[in-house]
């Protein structure tokens, strides 16, 4: 019961062109959502959230959207950077069904390729 | 810099030798998780602390231990691997509350094989 999907094991760009990371879920009672970047031979780092009362974030050359309604969110990156290759995590938390200690629900990844 | 260390990098053990992972974090996080990672997987949740409070995910199966003797330290304890014990295992860590709680700070792993 895999409630957090990243149907994309992999994405290849062009520099300078947009990324798009999916993640659907499947758990209504998910109300905030981060992403996680992972170099190899390092450990995720936080990239960017967005909470379920809002549709969309914007950090920098990185959004992220919300579709409550279709239980699914996206990564944009513009424009995308070789730098910005890496595995991204989608994750999602219920904060209301459980004390405030983050439990966080990982998707798969997905692997983005940025091709200078 | 603050930051979450995980040692060894890489642990080599035998089938049903016990092995302990360890984890330290100098960010002074009251919560404390343990992930284990197979390859292509998502990571999965094995339990975490919030400070002393031990919580085990249903899931997460007997041979599988962890100890927290203070604030900054947090093992994993495995006591009898089988082969599919073979993983990453991630260490992150948590403020609890604050602006974003949900925020983690992830260790770099420890690649564990077992022969």
């Known amino acids: 019961d895999q409630q957090v999907k990243q149907n994309s094991p992999s994405l290849s760009v062009q520099e300078g062109r947009i990324s798009i990371l999916n993640c659907d879920y499947t758990n209504s009672m998910f109300d905030y959502f981060l992403w996680y970047k992972k170099y190899p031979a390092e450990g995720p780092t936080f990239l960017i959230s967005i909470s379920s009362i809002k549709d969309k974030n914007e950090d920098g050359r990185f959004t992220v959207f919300l579709n409550k309604s279709a239980k699914h969110l996206s990564l944009h990156i513009v424009p995308s950077q070789p730098g910005d290759s890496a595995v991204y995590f989608c994750?999602?938390?219920?904060?209301?069904?459980?004390?405030?200690?983050?439990?966080?629900?990982f998707g798969q990844g997905t692997t983005l390729q940025v091709k200078p | 810099d603050a930051m979450v260390i995980q040692n060894p990098r890489y642990q080599v053990t035998q089938f049903g030798k016990p092995v302990t992972l360890s984890c330290s974090q100098t960010l002074n996080h009251n919560v404390m998780y343990w992930y284990q990672q197979k390859s292509s997987q998502a990571p999965k949740l094995l339990f975490h602390?919030?400070?002393?409070?031990?919580?085990n995910e249903a899931d997460t199966p007997d041979n599988f231990q962890s100890r927290r003797p203070n604030t900054s330290f947090c093992f994993l304890d495995i006591r009898s691997p089988g082969l599919g014990d073979a993983a990453m295992y991630l260490c992150?860590?948590?403020?609890?509350?604050?602006?974003?709680?949900?925020?983690?700070?992830f260790g770099p792993g420890t690649r564990l094989t077992v022969t």
């Open positions: 994750a999602a938390s219920a904060s209301r069904s459980s004390s405030n200690t983050g439990k966080l629900i």
């Open positions: 992150a860590t948590s403020g609890g509350g604050g602006r974003r709680p949900h925020e983690q700070y």
């Open positions: 602390y919030y400070d002393k409070d031990f919580n």
